[in-house]
């Protein structure tokens, strides 16, 4: 095997880890919330999300453990921030996919 097929084959397996992380829903929420806000604390995060600290800090760890998000330090506060803002063009791009597909079977709403 190459080094290119070696290469290849690790890139779809850091994907594949990449989307398994991202297979939650609050995962995904968080990502939404760091577009806007850039930084944010735990306990903040979890304000917004209406769950706890803890379970938010179980997301963040496996997240960062992806390099999905980032860490800054500012004082006690630890502050988490997305690792690289190109997760956002995927996040949004697949976003837009499924709602368009959702319409055009006209299920937008089916099951709320």
């Known amino acids: ?18 989307c398994k992380t991202l297979s939650h829903p609050k995962r995904l929420e968080i990502i939404d919330l760091l577009r806007d806000k850039k930084e944010m604390g735990v306990s903040e995060i979890a304000k917004k999300l209406g769950i706890t600290k803890a379970n938010v800090s179980q997301h963040l760890s496996l997240m ?32 837009k996919a499924l709602k368009e597909q959702l319409e055009s079977d ?3 709403l089916e099951n709320f």
Do not use: C, W
């Not at 190109?86 to 976003?95: C, F, N, Q």
């Open 64 to 95: 960062r453990q992806q390099n999905i998000v980032k860490t800054r330090r500012d004082g006690v506060a630890i502050l988490y921030s997305l690792a690289n803002p190109k997760i956002l063009i995927a996040h949004d791009a697949l976003r």
């Open 106 to 108: 006209g299920k937008l």
């Open 1 to 18: 095997m190459t080094v290119k097929n070696l290469l290849e084959k690790r890139i779809f397996e850091l994907h594949a880890k990449v």
